[in-house]
């Protein structure tokens, strides 16, 4: 199939891809548990040991981390997209993002939440002066 017979996808619109990342955040906390809250608790607990916060904070990260760019260079969607028929794909060819890609991607989207975040802390801990 040469290049003008590849098939262009539709973009999808805002409230899909809401739903699509509510879908991948309530997968993802599910997730994070099994693989870090449950092991740090049972470290705690068992052992009593503590790991420190930064290594907690890098572990959560590398299973996000894991979790998005494995899915999106392995097969072009998350869990959170697939119900809705979202796919994530290289513009010129149509294939899965390559590996850099997703990171970078990746990258971005870790960005995005940051900004988030800090604007929602903003809000919640601002004084208004009243």
Same mark, same amino acid.
């Given at each position: 199939?040469? =290049?003008?017979?590849?098939?262009?996808? !539709?973009?999808?619109?805002?409230? %899909?891809? $809401?739903? &699509?990342?509510?879908?991948?955040? @309530?997968?993802?906390?599910?997730?994070?548990?099994?693989?870090?809250?449950?092991?740090?608790?049972?470290?705690?607990?068992?052992?009593?040991?503590?790991?420190?916060?930064?290594? =907690?904070?890098?572990?959560?990260?590398? !299973?996000?981390?894991?979790?998005? %760019?494995? $899915?999106? &260079?392995?097969?072009?969607?998350? @869990?959170?997209?697939?119900?809705?028929?979202?796919?994530?794909?290289?513009?010129?060819?149509?294939?899965?993002?390559?590996?850099?890609?997703?990171?970078?991607?990746?990258?971005?989207?870790?960005?995005?939440?940051?900004?988030?975040?800090?604007?929602?802390?903003?809000?919640?801990?601002?004084?208004?002066?009243?």
């Amino acid at each position: 199939m040469g =290049q003008s017979e590849r098939q262009q996808g !539709v973009r999808a619109g805002i409230i %899909v891809r $809401f739903f &699509a990342s509510a879908y991948d955040l @309530t997968i993802l906390f599910g997730v994070t548990m099994l693989m870090v809250g449950i092991p740090i608790t049972i470290s705690i607990e068992m052992f009593g040991l503590t790991p420190p916060k930064w290594l =907690q904070g890098l572990l959560f990260l590398t !299973v996000i981390f894991a979790y998005f %760019v494995g $899915f999106w &260079a392995k097969g072009g969607a998350t @869990t959170g997209m697939r119900p809705w028929k979202l796919r994530l794909a290289m513009l010129e060819t149509g294939d899965p993002l390559s590996w850099f890609t997703a990171c970078v991607r990746f990258a971005g989207l870790m960005t995005t939440w940051l900004a988030l975040g800090m604007t929602l802390w903003y809000i919640v801990t601002r004084d208004t002066g009243h």
